[in-house]
Every structure is written in C-alpha cells, then in structure tokens.
C-alpha cells in the first residue's frame, strides 16, 4: 500500500479525466525534488540518489492516457521514497505498461476495474509463453497498482480487489556447482603463471576465500589493505547488499602473510591497488575510491563483464562438469559453493555464515547450502564428525556411510539429506539439524541410535561432574537441553522401528 493517499478528483460516472489537482502535483512534485531536478510530466526523469551517490534514469511512455501516467509516476514516487532501487522502478513502469495496454484491449477503464478483470488478466498471463518468474513479475506489479488505484481513491465501483495470486514455481533448490569445476578453475586463478587479467583473478580470488556477493566484493574500497600486526594482512570488504540506501557495513579478514592464501591474495590485490592508483587521472571522480577499475577502461568491472569471462575461460580450457558437459559457472555460483563448504566443514555455524553472507536469517543461509546432484552422493557418503565426542580429549574418527545408499537418495528429487541425523521429506522446507527432530517430515536414521544414545549417557556424566564441582551453571542448562533434544529424536527412532515391525507383521 502507499504511504500516502491522496485523491484523484471524480468526475461522476463519466470517463473523462480531468488531472491531479494542483494542491496534490505541487506535493509530489515536491517529493520528486529530492531525487531529480526534471519535472513531474518529463518524459525521462534523471534520478540521484544521494545517500547512496547512484545514478539512474527513468523513462515514461509517452502513448499513456493522462489517468495512466499520473498513477505511474505517482507510484514510482512512492517507491523512490520508500527506498526502491531505480532499475526497481523503471522496471514497474514497464510492467506498468503491459498491464495497461491488456485493459485497453479489453476495453477497461481504471475506474471500473473489478476483480474479474484481474482474473482475465491471470488467465492471460497463464496462456502466454512468459517464465513463471516473469509472470510472477507482473502480478507483483498488478498488486501494486491495485493497491494504488484504491490508495489514490480512483475505483468508483465500490469492490475489494484481490491481486496477490502467484504462479506455483516448481523447481530444485538452488544447487552449488560440482567440485570438479571448483578444482579445475582455482587450479588456474591460484596460479600466478596463468594468462588472466589482474582485476578478474583478484575478483574470483576474494570470491572463493569469502561468501560476499559480487555486488559487494568489486565495490570493495581502494584503501582496503592495512597491517595491524607484523606478516598480517587484513583487507576490508563491504558484505552489505547493494541497495539505493547502501551504507556498507565493512569487514575485516584477516591472514597471515607467510601462509599460501595469505601471501598470494596480497600480492594479487596489492597488483590491482596499485593498477587502480595509476588509473586516477583516467576515470571518473564517482569510480576514484573503488579498487577494481576495469583493465577494459575507465569503469569498475560488471558482473556482466566478469559472467562473460568465466564462460570463455571455461570454454578455452575445456573446462567440464562430472557428467563430461561443459562448466556453466558465474560469480553467485562461488557463494553457493563457499556456503557449502563451511557446512562440509563443521567448523562454522550456519549462524555465524548467515551473518558473513549478510542473510535476512539463517534459513536463507540453508538453502544455499545444497551441492551438485555428483557431489551429494559422492562426498555425503562421509559423514561430519561428530559434535559431541565420547571422550573429553578424543573425537571419533569420521564415520563411513555406503556411497550408494546417497547416490539412491539424490535420484529421489524429493528427498533431502540432513547429515548425521536422518532424512526430511518435505522439500520446501530447509534442513535445520536438530530442530528437524521436532518435524512430521523428518525420518531419523537407525544408524545413529548406538551415537546419539551414548551422547546422551556423557552429557548426564558431564553433568554430574558439573554438580560435584559447582560447575558452570549454563553449561548444565545447555547439556540439559541438548539431552532432551536426543532424547527425542531417540523417541521418534523407537517409533519408527515400532511401527515398521507392525507392518512386517502378517
């Protein structure tokens, strides 16, 4: 809904429109002050962002009735205040005009709109050959402007207009790349003798040690290196999403110079740092402070640009995935597969790499954590260490899982494996480990008991420890807690078993 509601005049039952009232243009042309210096009735509107420092244009179809262009330019307004990026906008502006000319060859007037008319446009929609994604784009955009009509008090037939209707998307969740690329493409940009230019190797460098965006990363600033400490070299990445209202939030990775990683990262952006130092007399005052000038020109390298790249490369160098098929691969790929790899590695939290992805939660965070079909059956089939071990100094070894028993799983498309636990069944949902037990959707594995059993027989002893001692009280409450979580997955197992033997009774 808009912020603001202000009304259109109504004219009766006529089909005439006679304008926005002066009182009300002077107000949003007002608004439209504090982003563009164009009138409210120009054809292109140049849009500056000033919190953000960006740039844009937005370009209005001058074929619109006048009813047409005034609740287009009055919602872009709305959306700039609210924050929209100026792509959003322009983007709803074309939506806009699709949905205007479908009412106009139906022969309806935006002041008798009714929900049958949004129901032919869904029909429309559901006939012609647009992606779910682009059909799903403008029923967006038709709810938006639905809730416009009525905020703006344009419909004069009393109805309530119901626009949220989304085309189911039945698709595979996003999955990283096999490994097999991962290893063949760092064999290549971790290698200093390699022909790649300076800014892309840097750019794939600091996307594989990282889970930023590309966004993020080629916004990185030009005074990132610094040394805190003796053979430390820390660089500063913003890992906030590119929005118009972008104030990155900055953070610092640090690595020991004398390592591999550490050592080779420096050099390569300390190369671009000092490439970008000698471009400043070349490019543009907005681009001064960015590290990855572009070696094509005076501009901060695209993601176009960078796509484009790795599609060649993998191209010139015969680049396959597991099946033998040639690698498809781009920039949003390397954070899937960094995803995946702090989750391989039990060592970071789902919730700690949701904060370093800068997610909107962690369940976010899970569903990136998916790798190719290959490598699910191939690496699931060895297990993570367990998180709790038996003994106080000594951790199990991994434990071993027959590779076909995943290879079986991963031909199951709805089928998800949440490791060392069980199964869940429902696709939708993204695994959230323990939490897991708790769900109808959730198989526990009977492979487990003999673990999770013994788990539990150390967490009491721990705890008897904890109470002889006068021990740390949280550490108590938290070993009670994860004992009542076992306990009943424990529960949920012994059912399982209890209902299979009934129905191998004959």
């Known amino acids: 809904m808009l912020s603001t509601a202000l009304p259109l005049p109504d004219n009766g039952t006529s089909r005439d429109y006679d304008g926005l009232p002066d009182k009300v243009q002077q107000d949003y042309a007002k608004l439209l002050k504090l982003y563009s210096t164009d009138d409210f009735y120009s ?7 000033n919190m953000a420092n960006r740039t844009g244009n937005i ?37 806009f005009n699709t949905i205007f000319n479908f009412f106009n060859s139906e022969n309806i007037n935006l002041h008798y709109i009714t929900q049958k008319s949004i129901d032919n446009f869904i029909n429309y929609l559901d006939s012609s050959s ?32 119901n626009a949220t209707y989304r085309f189911p998307q039945q698709r595979e969740p996003k999955r990283a790349p ?6 063949q493409l760092d064999s290549f940009f971790f290698d200093g003798n390699t022909d790649i230019p300076l800014d892309y190797r840097a750019i794939y ?49 640090n690595f020991l110079l004398t390592g591999f990683c550490g050592g080779f990262c420096h050099d390569i952006v300390y190369k671009q740092q000092q490439y970008a130092i000698d471009m400043q007399r070349n490019i543009p005052d907005e681009i001064k402070d960015y590290l990855f000038v572009s070696h094509k020109g005076p501009h901060l390298v695209t993601m176009l640009e960078f796509n484009s790249f790795l599609a060649e490369f993998c191209a010139q160098h015969q680049i396959v995935d597991a099946a033998g098929k040639p690698a498809k691969i781009t920039s ?62 000594d951790a199990l070894p991994t434990r071993k899982v027959p590779p076909r028993k995943y290879e079986m799983l991963a031909a ?14 429902n696709r ?30 150390r967490l009491q002893k721990v705890n008897d420890q904890i109470l002889k001692k006068h021990g740390n009280p949280t550490v108590l409450q938290q070993n009670l807690k994860d004992i009542q979580t076992f306990s009943i997955y424990l529960e949920k197992m012994n059912a399982s078993e209890d209902n299979q033997r009934r129905s191998n009774v004959v």
């Open 130 to 161: 647009y992606d779910v994604w682009k059909q799903n784009q403008y029923m967006q955009s038709l709810q938006v402007l639905t809730e416009s009509l009525t905020a703006l008090d344009v419909i004069r037939i009393p109805s309530t207009l």
């Open 412 to 425: 199951q498309p709805t089928t998800r494996v949440i490791p060392y636990y069980g199964l869940c069944l």
């Open 43 to 49: 054809p292109k509107w140049h849009i500056h962002l």
């Open 178 to 183: 096999d490994t097999v690329i991962i290893n």
């Open 428 to 457: 939708k949902c993204s695994p959230q480990f323990e939490k897991c037990f708790h769900c109808g959707s959730f198989i526990p594995d009977p492979q487990y008991k003999e673990y999770i059993t013994a788990n539990i027989e």
């Open 205 to 253: 460098i600091l996307l594989r040690l990282h889970t930023h965006r590309f966004s993020e990363v080629v916004a990185t600033p030009l005074d990132c290196i610094s040394y805190p400490d003796d053979n430390v070299f820390t660089i500063t990445i913003p890992n906030s999403k590119e929005t118009p209202r972008h104030i990155p939030d900055y953070q610092k990775y």
């Open 59 to 95: 370009l209005f179809s001058q074929s619109q009735s006048w009813l047409e262009s005034d609740v287009t330019r009055i919602t872009v307004i709305n959306m700039l205040t609210s924050g929209t990026a100026i792509a959003t906008c322009q983007r709803r502006v074309r939506d």
């Open 332 to 393: 949003h790929d390397l954070r899937h597969i960094d995803v995946c790899e702090r989750f391989k590695s039990n060592i970071i939290s789902p919730e700690r790499t949701s904060v370093e992805c800068n997610h909107a939660c962690v369940e976010d965070t899970m569903g990136y954590g998916y790798y190719s079909k290959h490598d699910e059956a191939t690496h699931l089939a060895e297990i993570v260490k367990p998180i709790f071990p038996f003994d106080f100094n």
